[in-house]
């Protein structure tokens, strides 16, 4: 078993290291705060495939009986991979915070210290928060307390790492200049579509399944539920609702300076075509996922 889980320590890690060597050596210019951004974004993207790929076959082998059919890489994709993931992940994103302050000249970033810590947990709170929730609660339900059964709905949840890699490419096409190309702006439509059908819309619908298999309408599951399994199924939506929220606002904002650039060009030079406006990324502040 440690040789297994050892395979997820190495990976994650590995990859980040890799990728900060190897990127410098293509995008020179680049700062350190640059490439550990990009770093930590295709980390975050390989995993989420991974993710992603084993939460469709736990979903397609277990979709006979959604409450007693097992299939083994619900549980070994956390422990080998999952959990060592999320704890890579909390680092890398501190490295990330902290060598973007450094880069901007602040004094207290010249090195590592509590006071840099302490000010990444302050600024970054709910995504440490949201890593924490998730080795605290998914992990000891599917090791634990699921009593053999529901590898369906833990495959489900596998699912809502889909939206991560849209995230992440929006993030990396910004860093090459890219915000204004067609792919940017087709990456955006991706993040909303994926990020609310799966990290939202997912939930009402594992309850629909669950109430189907039982025979009881979508509105009555809840209440047949124990109220710890609703619990943690609203500290793991709650966020994704708010980052969900955030993104339609941004996205809106996006829009009306797009239109509001376009009209005032067309009436100062009727002409001329309209310019394009440097816009930042759809998902300049979102969250990777799940997961990130």
Known sequence: ??????????VFPGLFFVFRRVLPTIFKQWT????????????????????TTAGVIVVSACSGNVMTDRYWLATYFVIWYGVPYMTYDIYAMYLSHYYRFRVKGHEEYKEHSLTTVNSFIRREFLLVLHHIALLTILLPVTLFFRRDQGDYFIGCLFLTEFSTPFVSLGKILIQLGLQDCWVHKANGGMVLLSFFLCRIALFPYMYWVYGRHYGIPIYGAPFHLALSVN?????????????????????????????RSSTGSQDSSPLAPPTSSSISSLTDSQPKGGDH
């Open 231 to 259: 619990l943690g199924n609203l500290c793991i939506l709650a966020p994704q609702v708010y980052w969900f929220v955030l993104l339609c606002r941004k996205g809106w904002r996006l829009y009306q300076r797009q239109r």
């Open 32 to 51: 350190d705060a640059d490439v550990v951004l990009v770093s930590e974004r295709l980390v975050s993207s390989i995993h989420a495939i991974m993710a």
């Open 1 to 10: 078993m440690l040789q297994v889980l050892a395979c997820g320590v190495v």
